[in-house]
């Protein structure tokens, strides 16, 4: 009897941009619509800009992800590092067959300044707390929160078949989203979002087991939270994590201001990228400490009030400091 060797599955590589900038203290992302890769019905999607790999292109994965960023946005990218590469099973295939084609993607964080960005008609910048708005606490828990999250979470919890994956579900909501005593880490957005997909509280989650043909229960109270084609909302997660943690260590959050820029404007890019609000002078002690900025002799008159002194980023603190970035202080109103 002879057997038929099944062929492996094709492999494919694309690159996608996570672009981020801060604009009217909103953190805002890059997005294209267009037709969801993961649903086979055919729907629409906010997607994050996304392009193949030419293996006989360019000569670095950098240079092809700005070649076709310009070309789909004609936005010239600045700060680039390679985020995560992304590969499960069946990711973006929508009807292939099972086995059929691996699509991976390398994606990449990229910070951008979103006026004058010249972005192309179809490209939108969107709020990044639309997609994730659980992460928003800068005016404290939203409301929907202890209203709509965690009883959803509770009945996961309560739903485990056993009670030893009952604690466990407990542990990870805990320590996520921080209940029962547990402290909220910002850092742990892709965490919080996996935990939400695992438990089928975002429509994602919804959408991709339909898709495998697996039944899921119609439930009644929709977890607020704009979803995203593919897999893009977990890049969009990964992206948000990699920037709260680098903040810490890392002067990042330059890249979003303008050579000059007051330090309230520096406060609230701080913010609006941690989710949290910030004591305004424990944040300005730790920043002219760190000697990160340096005054400039001129002031911003447009304020409104009194005339604010205009600061510059101290490029020589990358020399002085291993690890120079901005930190977090006390959260208050300060």
Not at 66 to 92: C, M, P
Not at 202 to 227: F, H, K, M
Not at 271 to 287: D, M, W, Y
Request: hydrophobic share 35%.
């Amino acid at each position: 009897m002879t057997v038929r060797r099944r062929d492996p599955p094709r492999i494919e590589v694309g690159l996608n941009a996570v672009i981020v900038a801060v604009t009217d203290h909103r953190p805002r992302v890059l997005t294209l619509p267009g037709p969801d890769p993961a649903d086979p019905g055919g729907g629409t999607a906010d997607l994050l800009p996304y392009g193949p790999l030419d293996p006989g292109g360019d000569r670095t994965l950098d240079l092809t992800l700005r070649g076709w960023v310009r070309a789909q946005t004609r936005l010239d990218l600045g700060y680039v590092e390679q985020l995560y590469t992304f590969g499960d099973r069946g990711r973006l295939e929508g009807g292939a067959p099972d086995g059929e084609v691996r699509t991976l993607s390398v994606a990449y964080l990229a910070l951008a300044r979103e006026s004058g960005s010249g972005s192309a008609a179809r490209a939108r910048w969107k709020e990044i707390y639309a997609y994730l708005p659980w992460e928003d606490g800068r005016e404290g828990r939203p409301d929907f929160f202890d209203r709509v999250l965690v009883p959803r979470l509770e009945r996961w919890i309560d739903a485990a078949p056993n009670r030893r994956e009952r604690e466990e579900r407990r542990d990870r909501a805990a320590v996520g989203f921080g209940l029962y005593g547990s402290d909220w880490d910002g850092d742990r957005v892709l965490e919080r979002y996996e935990l939400l997909y695992g438990a089928g509280l975002v429509q994602e989650a919804d959408r991709d087991r339909r898709r495998a043909g697996v039944s899921c229960e119609a439930d009644p109270a929709p977890l607020p939270g704009r979803p995203m084609g593919a897999d893009h909302r977990r890049m969009l997660a990964t992206a948000l994590g990699r920037i709260r943690g680098k903040i810490r260590y890392r002067p990042v959050v330059f890249e979003l201001l303008p050579p000059r820029f007051t330090l309230l404007q520096l406060q609230r890019v701080v913010e609006a990228l941690s989710g949290v609000e910030l004591h305004k002078q424990n944040f300005r002690r730790l920043v002219e400490r760190g000697g990160l900025v340096e005054g400039t002799g001129e002031v911003e008159s447009r304020t409104g009030g009194r005339p604010a002194e205009l600061f510059r980023f101290r490029r020589e603190v990358l020399r002085e400091r291993r690890a120079p970035g901005v930190g977090l202080p006390g959260i208050g109103s300060g």
